[in-house]
């Protein structure tokens, strides 16, 4: 049974966020089933709660199967689909099947989450996560976000938990190094150049993305059918 208490209603912005993380997801050449697209959406609420208190959503998260979830989400699909903006693109293969989620309305994720702060951090949560697989994300929001700890199944989760402080960033250090050693190493690093050039090392590397096969999906499959 679910404990109910008082609690405010799913906000208007929420149709937007789903969107705008969907477009983000397709602009980095990603693909989303409801459950990556489900947990992403959690995440944006985490940053957003992380300065300003609040959930961007307001949905109404619980802690149930594999982490955070809502029932909101899945009538917000329904009436995004309703209108248009969005498309549940059924697949099968070798007996399963399964559907990925396509954004017809594209939502830049900048003009729907107004603070920098939040803006940024929610980026780049949607950019590590959106070409990889739902396993990896699913670890990730069970063990290492903060209203999953020590939350209780059927519940709701307690987003008082999550920290005021932002999340340490990578941030490159001094190698300690005087200056005349600075000096050395470019000297060296220019007179490598130098001696490649015209040797045809510096060839530009095409790059392709890996395509998104039957077995891909497959596994994605698997993971929509937790809720």
Do not use: C
């Not at 329904?78 to 293969?93: F, I, R, Y």
């Amino acid at each position: 049974m679910v404990l109910r208490t008082a609690h405010n209603p799913m906000k208007p912005e929420a149709r937007d966020l789903v969107l705008a993380v969907l477009t983000r997801i397709q602009e980095m050449d990603g693909t989303a089933n409801k459950t990556k697209l489900l947990k992403l959406v959690y995440l944006a609420d985490i940053e957003f709660f992380r300065t300003t208190g609040e959930t961007f959503t307001g949905f109404d998260w619980i802690y149930f199967l594999y982490g955070p979830w809502t029932a909101e989400y899945d009538e917000l699909l329904k009436q995004l689909e309703a209108e248009g903006v969005l498309t549940l693109e059924p697949w099968a293969g070798s007996g399963v099947e399964g559907e990925r989620i396509i954004a017809k309305e594209k939502v830049p994720l900048e003009s729907v989450i107004k603070s920098t702060d939040v803006f940024f951090r929610t980026r780049r949560h949607v950019d590590t996560w959106a070409d990889r697989g739902v396993p990896r994300l699913l670890d990730y929001v069970y063990f290492e976000t903060e209203p999953m700890q020590d939350a209780v199944k059927m519940q709701r989760l307690d987003f008082t938990k999550v920290s005021k402080e932002p999340p340490r960033l990578y941030r490159r250090t001094k190698s300690g190094a005087d200056s005349s050693q600075l000096k050395a190493v470019r000297r060296r690093f220019s007179q490598t150049f130098e001696e490649a050039s015209g040797q045809e090392s510096w060839r530009s590397i095409e790059h392709q993305s890996a395509p998104f096969d039957e077995k891909y999906f497959r596994a994605l499959a698997e993971f929509d059918k937790e809720e």
